[in-house]
């Protein structure tokens, strides 16, 4: 088994912790290509920089899976978000107490106390709340996202009969009667930038369970 650190903004992070996000996608830096390799035959591949060829895989999409950066099943990930490293604000004995603040709570302000605000690609594990184990890996192209995908990313249902997620910028709502779907593509191109849903890439499908710290 091994751990690796994964970033999730604050929409991502409340997701986790209140049950509702059980998969994340993230994009192939290396997209995924089927066709002439070398001009010699049709296969699966991951072209090299110069496109010249790359990594075969003849045997069919999923061999790639034994390569995701982000672990197999059973493997964990530790989640980084924002937070900040703060002293304790009670007596003499308090203050000498090292406290984290996330800012996914909506907590106080940390200048209030004497801290700041760290980037979460900067969070180092010791600060770490959130633990994830693996459960599946697939490769698959993003608009490939289901009903039940898009759920299982964080996107709620609300009361006038849409869906919604809350994201960094704001919250991502789908008209009455529209799909989780299109909260979820919202969020992704708030991340993303625009287009990029219709970019349609190949993406990484991590599906995980929460375990203890």
């Known amino acids: ?3 690796r650190p994964i970033l999730m903004n604050g929409a991502m992070v409340r997701a986790v912790l209140d049950g509702s996000k059980t998969q ?16 010699m035959f049709r ?3 991951l072209p090299n ?9 003849p045997n069919g999409k999923d061999a790639i899976l034994a390569t995701c950066p982000h672990g197999q099943p059973g493997d964990r990930l530790w989640v980084r978000e924002t937070f900040s490293d703060v002293y304790g604000a009670g007596g003499d004995e308090d203050r000498r107490k090292k406290e984290v603040m996330y ?4 907590e106080t302000d940390p200048y209030v106390i004497g801290g700041r605000w760290t980037p ?10 959130i633990l994830l ?16 995908d898009a759920l299982a990313e964080g996107v709620a249902i609300d009361r006038a009969g849409g869906h919604f997620i809350d994201g960094t910028t704001g919250r991502h709502a789908s008209p009455v009667g529209s799909s989780a779907v299109e909260a979820f593509k919202s969020l992704w ?12 890439t190949w993406v990484w499908v991590i599906e995980f369970k929460r375990v203890a710290t």
Do not use: F
Not at 24 to 39: E, H, I, P
Not at 103 to 106: D, E
């Open 1 to 3: 088994m091994k751990e």
């Open 189 to 200: 191109e708030s991340i993303n930038g625009t287009g990029s849903w219709a970019a349609n």
């Open 43 to 45: 296969s699966w591949y």
């Open 103 to 106: 800012r996914a709570n909506g």
């Open 133 to 148: 184990e693996i459960v599946s890996v697939r490769v698959e192209r993003l608009n490939n996202c289901s009903e039940t």
């Open 120 to 129: 979460s690609i900067h969070m180092p594990r010791w600060a770490c709340r």
């Open 24 to 39: 994340t996608r993230r994009a192939m830096k290396t997209q995924l290509v089927y066709g002439d390799v070398c001009g």
């Open 49 to 57: 920089k110069a496109n010249t060829g790359g990594t075969l895989y």
